[in-house]
Each structure stands twice: as structure tokens, then as C-alpha cells.
């Protein structure tokens, strides 16, 4: 066994050893493991189980029973397959679905108890949090609002660089949202809006950047790019303007998930909830009115990385420490782009922060290959 069995959530990770985490959704779980707690980890392997934990939680309060079991047993293989990769860390995160459910604890009690794996009941502030931190370790430079959209709540978080402002957790999920719509179908759209314009904050952001985090308005991103025929599929920091995003969240909020197969490369079980998904987009795009819609391929999960490294490996730029780890491992001779970035600069006397960090960045992978 790589990790103790009775491993509490507070325990130091070394930056020797492969680093896991478990992401107890309530539409999925997933396991991600690092090669190592860095700046910029590689990911190893990456899983996903759709086991839809809080569904029926509006009308019974409890996790399915179905679920719970799936949930189980794979969550039995995701600690197998993390000791057989010779995991050294494995954080286990479970977030609204289990921490709403009456029969949560019972749930997490048992998961324990099998497994020898303690578990982070995130609340609705810390799930903020780390949604937040995780969006800042790939955009250090953050302004605005983060949304994390999970199956069952919403994450609203108003970032400025280096700092969280305000947050608010909110139960919009599109499992909660599924459940409005069959008792009154009529009353969804008022009914979201009281929640957001709860928060003042969100229309004091008027403005900024609306940066978009979870399964749902990923696959969301997916579909504009296939219905624009975007040449780059890379989903990280993809940008939209905010009048072109109001349309596509109103346009695909209007399907129905079947109708929308084909387009991009999403699974039938998330089509279903993405329409839900947009619904609430919509609405939110509608009140904070963005500049822009900015999506991150990053969240939960690269939060509770970013939260276990000291504040001077957080202040690394990730883009730098990327192409030198990069360059350690493929370079040819000893990388040193830094010096060659300095002994570059005079030559562009009016080049700016922005054009100095790339050419900088260029520098570490001159001698690639």
C-alpha cells in the first residue's frame, strides 16, 4: 500500500511522489493523478463515472441508492488503480450533492470504512474556494467572476488577481434544475434570477470576465466550437464575446439534448443536463452583463493541487515553469532560457510584460528536439 490507510486530508504531499484526487461530483465522480504536487503537473491518467449522485435529491433529500452504489465500486477501483500507479498523496473531495444529502454522511461512512480514505466534505465556501484557486493556476491574472457549475450547485466567486472578494454557493445544478422544471416548468427562469440577484456583487462585476468551470459549460464550449467550425480545439482561456455567448446559451438552452448529438464530441449523459446547463448561463450572463465569457479547462481538482504548494511556487508564472520543465526533460544541452531571454531583450526595446514572457517562454524551448 503507497498511501496510509488511515491518511488524514491535512497530511504534507511530497513533490517526489505521484499526487491524486478524487472528485465526488453529484452528476460524476473522476480521479485525476499527477506525476508530482508541481506548479504545472503532467496528469497520468484520468477517469470519469457518470453516476448522477444527486439525482432525485430535490424531491427525496437523499443520494439514490443506484448511484451510491456504482459510486461505490468504482470509487473501490479509482483507490486500487491509484496504488497500483504508486500514488504517494490521494485527496478525496466530495462536494453539494453529499453535503446536502440527508444520507451523506452515511455515504462517506461507508466509502471510509472500506477504503481506509478519509474525506473532505468540501462546504459551499471551500468548494467556492477551490474552484476559484484553481481557475487562478492557469490564469494568474484572473479578474472578474468564476462560475463552477456542478450537477447539483453553482459556485459564483468574484476573483481579482491574487484575491477572492466574494463568493456565494447556490443550488442551480442542472440535476436541481431538472427537478424544478417537472413540478412547475413555468417558474424556473424567475426563480433563478432571485438567486442571482441576491448577490450584488455579481452586477458590480458588470463588466469583467465571466470565467466558465465544469463538465456541463465545457461541453457547452464544445458545441459553439463545432458550430462555428473553431480550427483550435483547445478549450482552456477559449473566449467569447459577451453578446455572441448570450446567443449561443439562449440558442442551446432551447434544445433538447438529443437534438444537439453530433455536434461536438460530448456523452449522450451529459447532453441531457447541457441545455439546463446553458438555461442557467443565460441567466447569468444576462445579470453580471460580461465583456466576455472566458472558459477554463481547469477547477476543483487543479485547486486542491494549487492549494497544497507553498506561496512562492503559487507565484510561479505557469506558462515559465511549463516550458523549463519542458526543457529539462527533452532539451539537448543544459536549458538555460532565461539568460538567452536577457541577452534577447535589448534587441526588442519596446516590447511589453506580455511580449517578454512569450519570447521568454520561446527561449526554454529553443533547444527542444
Known sequence: MVFPATEAVGLEASAEERFAVIDIGSNSI???????????????FNEKVLCG???????????DDAAVSMAL????????????????????????????????????????????????????AEEAELAAAGVRSGIPDARGVIGDLGGGSLELVRVEPDRTMDHATLPLGP????????RRPSNSASRVDAYLRALPWLEEARGGTLYAVGGSWRAIARLHMAHMQYPLRVLHRFSVPYEEALEMAGFIA?????????L????KERLELTP????????????????????????LREGVVFSRLSEAVRKQDPLIEECRDIAAKRGRFAADGESLAMWMDPL???DGADEQRRRQAACWLADIA
Open 73 to 124: 465500486s468504482n470509487l473501490a477501483r479509482f483507490v486500487t488503480l491509484s496504488r497500483e500507479m504508486q500514488v504517494g498523496h490521494l485527496d478525496v473531495v466530495a462536494t453539494a450533492a453529499v453535503r446536502d444529502a440527508t444520507n451523506g454522511r452515511e455515504f462517506v461512512d461507508m466509502f471510509e470504512r472500506r477504503s481506509g480514505i478519509k474525506v473532505r466534505v468540501a462546504t459551499g
Open 53 to 63: 449522485l444527486g439525482r432525485g435529491l430535490t424531491e427525496t433529500g437523499r443520494l
Open 30 to 44: 473522476r480521479l485525476v493523478v499527477y506525476d508530482r504536487l508541481s506548479r504545472v503537473p503532467t496528469i497520468v
Open 175 to 182: 440535476l436541481r434544475l431538472a427537478a424544478w422544471n417537472r
Open 348 to 350: 526588442f526595446p519596446g
Open 254 to 262: 432551447r434544445k433538447r439534448g438529443k437534438h444537439l448529438a453530433g
Open 276 to 299: 439546463l446547463a446553458a438555461f442557467v448561463m443565460e441567466r447569468v450572463l444576462r445579470v453580471m452583463q460580461p465583456a466576455e465569457l472566458t472558459f477554463s479547462a481547469l477547477g
Open 264 to 267: 461536438a464530441n460530448v456523452g
